[in-house]
């Protein structure tokens, strides 16, 4: 069998949620079966390291795609076109993307529709594409994968697609989230946190991960209870960020409140498992990785009832309305506070973690690209 691939998210040192996703599921099916053929296909110049085996090989097809004409133009003439050539039994489209004018059959992974929950929260003509060419892509996809029953249900509510259609993998941990003795945490809050515990946030600073909400709570539970404690915000500023650097400059412990930019994924391990918690209390998420990725480090969740979140975290976090921030505080205290609270949710991490992983997400896609193949 031969599979072409999108690899588009394939970026050196760049990789994120989407880019996580490919690498992880089409190196374990590279590997599982070497009888296949595997044609990635790049946007841009690639790196060599992620053609992970003998049976892979890789294609550039321009023009670079981040942009919505650019979009446009390499899914509906480039691709289709590099598709006819090398042939392809199936083509695995994991970034919510494929292609109207190809016949190639196609497996689509979608990950989220916020753009249809949070369309202000999107520049205009990114909006007007999702809109326009995302109900399209789900009808035209013949098969359809998702990382959670909550995104699954959310397609099928929005654009009548058939549950048969779809399946529902999931996203799993890296390599290198473990525990850390009392010794290395302290080590890694010496380095981050002038030796003060710290509460911590990693993934994008958007509005829509709820960011300044989690800063007013961070200032009042510090006014109300005067902790030694400090926020650590991990992660790229990304569109419309005036409401997060409001809620900064009026917070009356800004100086505890530490903006750190992109978190190098050498460092991200040790950061998270030396948290007193993670809080991740975003307003909408197709699955929420960092959740996983802190019940691996044996590190306290503090999350939101919102979308997808409760289902991956299970009994594993403590759960809040994101949008009361006198309840995001009150929560915030109690794991501050409460040693056996922070205890029972670990213990509830170590169960709840099992549940998802790379090699099940893997399976997942396995199973329906044999079955598109036959």
């Known amino acids: 069998m031969k599979i072409a691939i999108n690899a588009r998210f394939l970026l050196p040192d760049k990789l994120e949620g989407i880019g996580w996703f490919t690498h992880e599921v089409v190196r374990r099916l590279v590997a599982w079966h070497p009888e296949w ?6 946007d841009r110049p ?3 390291r992620f053609l992970f085996g003998p049976n892979v090989s890789g294609i550039v097809v321009p023009p670079p795609a981040r942009h919505p004409v650019l979009w446009y133009l390499w899914f509906e003439w480039t691709l289709p076109a590099a598709l006819r050539r090398c042939g392809a039994d199936v083509f695995f489209s994991p970034d919510g993307f494929c292609s109207l004018s190809s016949a190639a059959k196609t497996l689509m992974v979608t990950h989220d529709l916020a753009h249809l929950h949070f369309p202000a929260e999107i520049p205009f003509t990114v909006r007007a594409y999702y809109h326009y060419f995302v109900p399209r892509y789900l009808r035209r996809a013949e098969s359809v994968t998702t990382v959670s029953e909550f995104t699954k249900a959310d397609i099928m509510a929005q654009y009548r697609i058939a549950a048969d259609k779809i399946s529902v993998s999931c996203n799993g941990c890296r390599d290198g ?3 850390l003795s009392a010794e290395k945490q302290a080590l890694v809050r010496e380095k981050y946190s002038s030796g003060r515990p710290y509460f911590l946030y990693i993934g994008a600073v ?10 007013q709570a961070f200032d009042r539970f510090k006014s109300n209870s005067n902790a030694p404690v400090k926020l650590l915000i991990g992660g790229r500023f990304s569109w419309q960020t005036g409401i997060i650097r409001s809620a900064w400059e009026a917070a009356v412990h800004k100086e505890d409140i ?7 994924e050498t460092e991200l391990p040790e950061l998270t498992a030396a948290a007193v918690a993670l809080t ?8 929420g990785v960092p959740l996983l990725e802190a019940m691996h480090c044996d590190t306290p969740v503090l999350t939101s009832t919102a979308s997808s979140l409760p289902e991956v975290a299970g009994e594993a976090a403590l759960k809040v309305d994101p949008e009361d921030v006198g309840q995001i505080a009150e929560a915030m205290k109690r794991l501050h506070e409460d040693e056996i609270l922070r205890a029972t949710l670990v213990r509830a991490g170590r169960q709840q973690r099992m549940r998802y992983s790379w090699d099940g997400a893997a399976k997942v896609v396995e199973q329906a690209l044999m079955e598109l193949a036959r």
């Not at 053929?37 to 790049?42: M, S």
């Not at 530490?258 to 190098?264: A, T």
């Not at 991740?280 to 699955?287: A, D, P, Q, T």
């Open 258 to 264: 530490i903006f750190m930019g992109y978190v190098p």
């Open 46 to 48: 690639f790196d060599p």
């Open 280 to 287: 991740y209390i975003s307003l909408f998420e197709g699955f």
């Open 177 to 179: 989230f473990t525990p």
């Open 37 to 42: 053929q595997f044609v990635f296909l790049f």
């Open 206 to 215: 958007h509005p829509r991960k709820n960011i300044h909400r989690l800063i």
